[in-house]
Nanobody, 117 residues
Framework: QVQLVESGGGLVLPGGSLRLSCVAS????????MGWFRQAPGKEREFVAR??????GYSDSVKGRFTISRDNAKNTVALQMNTLKPEDTAVYYC????????????WGQGTQVTVSS
């Protein structure tokens, strides 16, 4: 049974930083591409960042501010978020997919990030 568990969300001031973590279990972690997505109230879920066998990638809205990393020994993927803006407020989700699968197969329950003064 695959499980993805996110943590690290919270309330932060504009310009502040947060680090999200996602621990995966029930899968061969190194064989999975990992991604972060977010969903703000009233909006569709959107891609934030990914990391896999070909490297990492980011949405234009977070490029230069967010950094995704993974530790295959610990089955974890992290998202370091700097210079946070109110528009970054959303529920952030971790997701996993196998190399030959085009869509993300497994999703975490999400962690809330609120950027507000």
């Amino acid at each position: 049974q695959v499980q993805l568990v996110e943590s690290g969300g919270g309330l932060v001031l504009p310009g502040g930083s947060l680090r999200l973590s996602c621990v995966a279990s029930g899968l061969s972690f190194s064989n999975y591409g990992m991604g972060w997505f977010r969903q703000a109230p009233g909006k569709e879920r959107e891609f934030v960042a990914r990391i896999n066998w070909s490297g990492s990638g980011y949405s234009d809205s977070v490029k230069g501010r967010f950094t995704i990393s993974r530790d295959n020994a610990k089955n974890t993927v992290a998202l370091q978020m700097n210079t946070l803006k109110p528009e970054d407020t959303a529920v952030y989700y971790c997701a996993a997919r196998r190399k030959w699968v085009t869509s993300y197969e497994y999703w975490g329950q999400g962690t809330q990030v609120t950027v507000s003064s």
